[in-house]
T-cell receptor, first 116, second 112 residues
């Protein structure tokens, strides 16, 4: 079974530039998450999708971050304009329908963003 | 607001020793407590998980101890091996909403 795919793995940009990250979840997984992991910290939820709909985006800085999940499959996270404090690893995770009871998240390897 | 508090931040253990990582939570609505293992450059991967209806769960060398009244749970790694060197995150979630809250992580180093 293929895992969660993310790209690009690494991205270096200057502040005020824009960047986009892509995620392809495990086939059939209805729930998709974007997490931000700053060096030395635990993952922080940015946004959670259930199929096409947003379940939770309360911690997404909406003035600069946006995310979409087209057709309930792939997802894109965009940052525009980027700030220095956005330097982090952006993790995508997915979980299968009905795993609200098991709760297993499957993570991708992450996209490391460096903002100069 | 940190929903899950984790300690220690870092841990160094000799090969063959026992590694213990602790977590505490406040929200009694949490009903699922997983531990994730993360190697450098990789995403976190589920290691072991427990629900509050049991006080202990063991899988191989890994054991979760759960104290519902104290709202604490811990990961014990028996016979620690150099290959266990990684960052460990505890987490908590509620069935409703399927949202996960992660601890700040513990960097474990097992010395040969």
């Amino acid at each position: 079974e293929a895992g969660v795919a993310q790209s690009p793995r690494y991205k270096i940009i200057e502040k005020r530039q824009s960047v986009a990250f892509w995620c392809n979840p495990i086939s059939g997984h209805a729930t998709l998450y974007w997490y931000q992991q700053i060096l030395g910290q635990g993952p922080k939820l940015l946004i959670q999708f259930q199929n096409n709909g947003v379940v939770d985006d309360s911690q997404l800085p909406k003035d600069r971050f946006s995310a979409e999940r087209l057709k309930g499959v792939d997802s894109t996270l965009k940052i525009q304009p980027a700030k220095l404090e956005d330097s982090a690893v952006y993790l995508c995770a997915s979980s299968a329908p009905g795993t609200g009871t098991t709760g297993e998240l499957f993570f991708g390897e992450g996209s490391r963003l460096t903002v100069l | 607001q940190q929903q899950v508090k984790q300690s220690p931040q870092s841990l160094i253990v000799q090969k063959g020793g026992i590694s213990i990582i602790n977590c505490a939570y406040e929200n009694t609505a949490f009903d699922y407590f997983p531990w994730y293992q993360q190697f450098p450059g990789k995403g976190p991967a589920l290691l072991i998980a427990i629900r509050p209806d049991v006080s202990e769960k063991k899988e191989g060398r890994f054991t979760i101890s759960f104290n519902k009244s104290a709202k604490q749970f811990s990961l014990h790694i028996m016979d620690s091996q150099p290959g266990d060197s990684a960052t460990y995150f505890c987490a908590a979630s509620m069935n409703t909403g399927n949202q996960f809250y992660f601890g700040t992580g513990t960097s474990l180093t097992v010395i040969p």
